[in-house]
Every structure is written in C-alpha cells, then in structure tokens.
C-alpha cells in the first residue's frame, strides 16, 4: 500500500527549515509495511495546495497532510480540503469547549480566530491534540484515507502513535517492510554496482539502492512480506549473494559508521591505536573520539601539520624531512611508527599527503596521500593519489585509513 | 517569477536522508529574486517522475531537477525528461571523452555502464561537471527553464554557481533579495533574541530569523527591493543596530565560519597557533584545517585523549596528572603552555574535560571542561560547565576555544 505526505507552511519553502515530520512518519509507515512514494512540500498557498492535493487524490492510498490546521490567517489546509473534496465545514461543539477550556487553563483570553480550529470537514474525524489547540483529522474519501496532522513535531508525533498507527494496522494489508544497510569502503560506486547488479536485478523484491559519498558505498535492501519474518528471509537471501560477491569490503550490514566499527573491532580484540594526522588535520580522532567509550582504545596522537611539527611532536629524526620532503614514504613511515612508540599503542597510524590547494609540485601532485600503519610486526607505506577538492581528499584519506586499520584487525 | 524543485532518488524517500539540496537552492535562487513555491521529492521510479515533471511543467517557470543523473540502473532523470518532453536522447562525443579522461587520470577501469552520462536529450546543453563524472543539463522548453544536476552536492553547488546563476541572472525580471547572515558566540539564543528583539520587531523589510546550534546564534535579515542597491540598503539600517548591541559577539556579518574568522585573524596578527585537544578529541584541528592555507598559521598539536598521552606526547610532567586528575586547572594549563612551547607558536591552545557518557564524579560531573589559553604574556585557565549529550559537550567545548581564540587576537 502506497502513501505520500505534503508538508504545508511556507517556511519550509525557505533557505532555513527542512521538513523533518516526513522522517518520522515514513518510518512509523515502513515499519507497518506502507511505502512512502512521493513527499511534496508546499506553501500556505491555497491554489497550490489544491493542486497537490487533487494529483495526490489520483494516486496516493493513504495521504498525510502536515501543517497548516492552526487559528491565523495563514493556515488553509482545512479549507482547501473542505473545498477540493467537496465537503462543507461543520463546527463541532466538543473540540469548541476543548479549545476554550486550553485558553482557561493558561489563564489567556482566546481570540475568536481560534474557534476556527472547531471546523471540520463533513464527514472528518477529528483527532484530539494533547498538546495544542489544533486538533487533527481523518478523512476517507473515495477509498483513500486522508490524515491531517498539525505541523509541531511535539504534537505530531504523539498524535499520530496514539490515534493513527493502530488504525492504519487494522487498515492496511497484513505486510511488513525490511530494511538492511550494508556500507562498503575501499571500490568506487560503478565497481560496486557492476559487480551487484547481476545479483540484485533479478529480485523486485527486496528493492536494492546504492548510495555513494567519499570513499564509503551504501546498499539498502528494502523488503515487503505479509509479516516480519518472511521478509527478513527475503533480505538475507539477497543480502548472502552480496556477502559473498563483495567480501571484506563491507564493513557492517547494519548501518554503522566506519569509525564505530573500527571502535568495535579494537575492543573486542584488546588492542589500541594512536594516531599522527598530517593532511588529515585531525579527521581521524575526531571521528574515533565521536564514539562513546572511545578512550579504552584510542590514545590519542598528534596532528603534525606543519613540517616542524613532525619532528617536534611525533618524534621522528629531523634529518629525515629535509632528505627526503615531509610527504614522503619514509617520513610517513617514522609517525607511524613515532607515535606508536610513544603511545605504546598496538597499532600506528599516520597519513601525510597534498590535500591542496597548494605546496603540489610535478613529482608531488595534489593528491598523493602517504599512509602508513605500524604493528608489532613492523610497519607498512601505501601510496594513493586521490583526485579532487581539498575536502574530499581528506575525507577520502581518513577513510581509507580507517578502512585499512579495520581489515588489519580483521587479519 | 516562479521556481519549483524535484529531488529525484528513493533514499530521499527513506528514514535516512532528507533533501538538503533544495536548501542551498532555495538560497541562490532567492537572492536572485526567485521565488520556490513547490518542492517534491519523488523515487527512482519512472511513472511518478514522469508524472510530477508534466504537473510541473504546466505551472512553473523554473524548474529544477536534482538527482538521478549518475551512471547505475537506478539513475532514470536523463529517460524520463527526454521521453515527457519528446526528445530523443544523443551521445555527446565530448562528455564520453570527458569521461574516459577522468578514468584514465584515477587510472581505473571504465564499466561502460557509466557512458549512459554522454547521453543528452535532443537540444539541451550540457553542464560542465569539475568535480564528477555525471555532466548537468538545461533544457528551454516550452518557455520553461529546466536544470538538471547532480545529486551529491559537492558536485551540484558548484556547478550551479559556475553554470547557472548568470544565465538565470539574465533571464529574471529585475527585483532582488539580500541576506545578510550575522553569526554571534557567547550567548545564549534567548539573550541575543531580548536584545535584539526591539530592534527587529518594527521591521517588515528586512524579514529577520534567528537560528540556534550549539555555541552558535545565527541572524538572518532578508530585504527585498527593486534593485539591490536600495536592498542592501535597508538591510545596513537594521544591521547596524544589530552590530551595535551585540558588539564582537558577533563574529561575522557574511556568515563565514569561525575557524575561517579564527584563520583570518591569526594570518593578519601573524600568528601561529598550536592546540592539544583532551575531550574534543581532534575537533578543534580538524575545523581550523579545513581552511586550505591553514598551515601557514596552524602549526598542529596533540590529541592527548587518555591520560597517559597527555604526558607522552604534550610533554607535562608526569607527577602533575596523578596529584590533580587529568581533567583539572593545573593539567590544562600545563597541556596549554606545554604544546606551545614544543611547536613554538605564538599560543597554545588545550581542551580537557568529561564528555561524557561515563568518568563523571560528584566533584567532577559531566560536562566539566578546562579550557587554557597560553601566549607571550602567560597563560589563562576557564572552567565551564556544559550541559547536554556527548556530542553537543563536544561541540560545545570547541566552539567556545575557537570564541576565545578569536577575542584574543582581537585584543
């Protein structure tokens, strides 16, 4: 069964507000196996909304209209439904009393504009608001269910657990929708993709969606089934093929970031990192120390941004940097090796590279990332030339690293 | 004259993931006197695609399209418009060059797969990509402007600022929007909004919004004139007021960040900063080196996130830490002299405190952070109590050293 929400309010039409409703309420839907095909966003904007809403009707099962149900001027959504379904407007009496009795107990005078919240849509059921004037409606119209929602989150969401996810169950066919998330780092997206595609196209069902940022892919497996556990067999016979095909590239099949599954790996094998971040200034820790519980096995490090600081704070031989240049393998080498010494860490991380945009030179272009990795068993230099903005390359070199720390421990 | 926005792509249609995009958009589109009066977020699904771009087309001006132009199965933006509008699609020789050239340099393999992003519908142009493989497109149609471009924004924001904004310049009606983005650090959202509150209030035009985040108080003025002279002008008015009650809590008028305020101060003192970072674990690092250029005032530091660390790599004396506790004056203001001294900058910056969620005690609870600052004439410790989770300590934390490196190099 197919639902779409339309947000109402003009400020959601600004550089400053998203509609972040729509999140809680796709996952409430989901959850009860109902898809969210389409989210439109409009003004307090009669013409529009009627629009919307007529395209809507076409189409759309199940449609959630949040916003626009308080007293002022500006909110017509009770109106412009009243007109394009074709349904007068009735007082009711009881949210009347409800709504004077709300201005009594804050002990303020109510403005007649506020009685407007008493209308309703002939045929509507309304839906107490326990925490504001604006009470919600349930409208079924021509077979679809129309639910209006007033656009506070805080009296949204309350609204809708207490008065439509239980009716919507009883409504829609027994169904649940199962979501897994696998993220892989290491293969660019039309690696990923090309390598998949041959397992994932013959199922409808899960759904399968990739999603590519700097150095990290997402594949979300979507499936429906008449109840929870035959779609979770349908994910995970999917979800085995991709296993299989791509390996230890992926990092977690349930959503976690790169850094709380490194985080996680540390701990479960007693072993701790420190790390000297040249061109990544800082990336690396800040992302381990964002995980709670991070300092059992993060020590710490250095950021060795300047060339002095290397020898300054990592303690390698300030010899080194003059012969062979600060982003080089054998100095990328010494931090990593430095600062485990220092730390006494199991492991040693330092990446030193050009993430620009300038100090590029024609043997040394913007780009090349050093990384080295230093263990009990000696210690590692890989060399990467990553291609674009300053941004992406540090955040392609700190997930890279992160990524090569995780394999380590996988070793 | 009027625009409208179609993010296109089924994560957008998941719990995870809202368009942000439509947020930059919203923006440059205002400040060109454009209006977005409708926004709709619709799957990788062909049917409802083609059905939001003919409602669009009957309605909209402008419109304008983000998503779905990458190479996958998934991606079916570029189909769509060129079978609702009737063209037909053609192979653009020198995108597909493009395209090989970008594998080449990274020197990998092409799938062929990704040549489906040389295929242009019939009388469109294409846009350049600088930072991507998937080039943009603009269509006339019909009297409409339809824009085309990618969804990841690092692809999108500059293309559209290199490839659209003059061309939509010249194409809309005289008539301007300028915002004015005041940032302020230090005070809370409530103080800021009761002193500037009677000021603000007798305006219509400019429109003011205040927006809070940690440690961060944004004021937005939007005046709307016939040309942007007389715009600016009614923006001034109410800014400076504004700029005279706040005084240098306000850090910025043109909404830069403060690590870029902190990075402009220190390279116009010439001075040079170095930082170690106990409970903010990077943080503050990794925001000053997302400047390119910051390693002309950035020297680097420690990230001394255990206790040891701040003994083996700031260099305190080991005795300090066991005779007053990690988090405390005396260890701060050590880790503060300390890393100065070792890089030689002209101030040193440490963080040291309980983030959270464990290592609270009734003397020192959570949310307690150290933050020392020391130069030429000595050095200063602070002590704050933050309130919050983990995450908002943190930021917190670093907001309020960048703050104070700020009003020192003010001094």
Redesign the interface.
Known sequence: MDAEIIAVGSE?????R???NS??L??KL?SLGI?????????D?RR?LA??LR?ALG?SAIIIVTGGLGPTEDDVTREVFSEVLGRGLREVEEIRRQIEQRFRQIGRKMAAINLKQAQVPVGAEWLENSRGTAPGLWIEHNGAQIILLPGPPRELKPMFEARCVDRLTRIVPQGRLV?R?YKVAGL????V??RI?PLY?PYTNP?T?????PGEI?I?L?ATAPNEEEAEKLVAELGRKIEQELGRSIFTSCGETLEAVVGRLLREKGKTL??A?GS???????R???Q????EY?????????H??KA??AGISPDLIPSEGSVSQPVCRALAEGIRR???ASLGLAVTGLS????ATTEKPLGLIYISLAGEEGSEVREF?F??????I?ELASQTSLNWVRKKLLQ
């Open positions: 959601l039409l600004t550089p400053l998203l509609d972040t999140l809680f796709t996952e989901n898809e969210v095909r389409l989210k439109t966003i409009v003004g904007d529009r629009e919307v395209a189409r979501t998330v660019p997206e039309s690696e993709d090309e595609a196209k759904v969606t990739i999603l590519a940022s997402e979300h979507r420190a790390v971040e990544t200034g800082g990336r690396i820790a800040e381990l120390t964002r709670p519980g991070s300092s993060f020590l710490g490090g250095v950021v060795c941004y300047s002095e600081s300054q704070l220092k730390t006494q620009g945009p300038s100090g030339r291609t674009g903005e300053r941004e992406r540090q």
